[in-house]
């Protein structure tokens, strides 16, 4: 128990999102920016792909699958982070989490235009 199983349940789920991600979402042009080594990643997952990341994170949202927006510029690609607290999400919410990800793209919801808008907050 302790902390310990907390950060190795927190791995094991930000494992799982990656190669689920890695898979799942196949030629949707999404690309792992966490490192994939356990030791030098948290417990989040970052997310890239060329156009999209602020919508995709709209359209997940309205799907209560919560990520955060980091606007990219230049030099560095838009992100979107998914966190992971092992005290009170469990395995299957990761693969929930990672289906959603797959309609929205699969189905291009993140283009409908209610995801486009920029508030003050995102």
Known sequence: GGLAA???KSLAMTRLF???AGT??????IELVSPR??????SQ???TRSEGCFAIVQAL??????GDFLAGDAHEPDI?????TPLYLRHVDVWDAVEHLHEVLA??????ERFQHRAAVT
């Open 6 to 8: 907390l950060r190795a």
């Open 18 to 20: 990656a190669e689920l």
């Open 24 to 29: 799942r979402l196949a030629g949707h042009g």
């Open 37 to 42: 080594d356990d030791a030098q990643r948290g």
């Open 45 to 47: 997952v970052c997310l």
């Open 61 to 66: 949202i309205a799907r209560v699958v919560i």
């Open 80 to 84: 979107m982070r998914f966190g992971f």
């Open 107 to 112: 189905s291009i919801q993140w283009r409908d």
